[in-house]
T-cell receptor
């Protein structure tokens, strides 16, 4: 069965600093991996996804993630944090394009001025 | 283009009451999902439906039932609500034929059980 673990329920960085949100997955087959973002009092929207091909995936708002099979990781990064990045971020996994999607417990990102 | 529409947005129930959360999508997606979101727990899958006429249990199905009425609609029913079911519920859909399995979410339904 697929599962994801997000390390750190809360991450706080200074504006302009590197953002690193960690996600490790468990899957018996090459997974589909996703990062979703939830801004305060809103629903979730897709940041980026990995299905096949290039392991470095670029998403919206300057975020990117790298699929590392050897480390079973899909960490989310952004070189320079902006105040508008404050939100909750969720990593998710599915077996393939037609399978159920399982989410991690989420990481709340705070940005210090 | 409405996307995924959930009703109601807010509901307060007493323990033991029943209610149905409605969800409809207008994107011709095959798959539909119900998740619950609780602080520190992320989103947990309650039930999903890979196609019209099929439903499968997710991570936390106890206390819930679902109906995939047609391709557009996927309802979630609480037969006898309990305080532990106080949560924010999200419906979502995806196009399994797109090759990407990307979810489109509704705005959420906040349920309080007293």
């Amino acid at each position: 069965a697929q599962s994801v673990t997000q390390l750190g329920s809360h991450v706080s960085v200074s504006e302009g600093a590197l953002v690193l949100l960690r996600c490790n997955y468990s899957s018996s087959v090459p997974p589909y991996l996703f990062w979703y973002v939830q801004y305060p009092n809103q629903g979730l929207q897709l940041l980026l996804k990995y299905t096949t091909g290039a392991t470095l995936v670029k998403g919206i708002n300057g975020f990117e993630a790298e699929f590392k099979k050897s480390e079973t990781s899909f960490h989310l990064t952004k070189p320079s944090a902006h105040m508008s990045d404050a939100a909750e971020y969720f990593c998710a996994v599915s077996r393939d394009s037609a399978s159920k999607i399982i989410f991690g417990s989420g990481t709340r990102l705070s940005i210090r001025p | 283009n409405a996307g995924v529409t959930q009703t109601p947005k807010f509901q307060v129930l007493k323990t033991g009451q029943s209610m149905t959360l409605q969800c409809a999508q207008d994107m011709n997606h095959n798959s539909m999902y119900w998740y619950r979101q609780d602080p520190g727990m992320g989103l947990r899958l309650i039930y999903y439906s890979a196609s019209e006429g099929t439903t499968d249990k997710g991570e936390v199905p106890n206390g819930y039932n679902v109906s995939r009425l047609n391709k557009r609609e996927f309802s979630l029913r609480l037969e006898s609500a309990a305080p532990s079911q106080t949560s924010v519920y999200f419906c979502a859909s995806s196009d399994r034929n797109s090759g990407a399995n990307v979810l489109t979410f509704g705005a959420g339904s906040r349920l309080t059980v007293l």
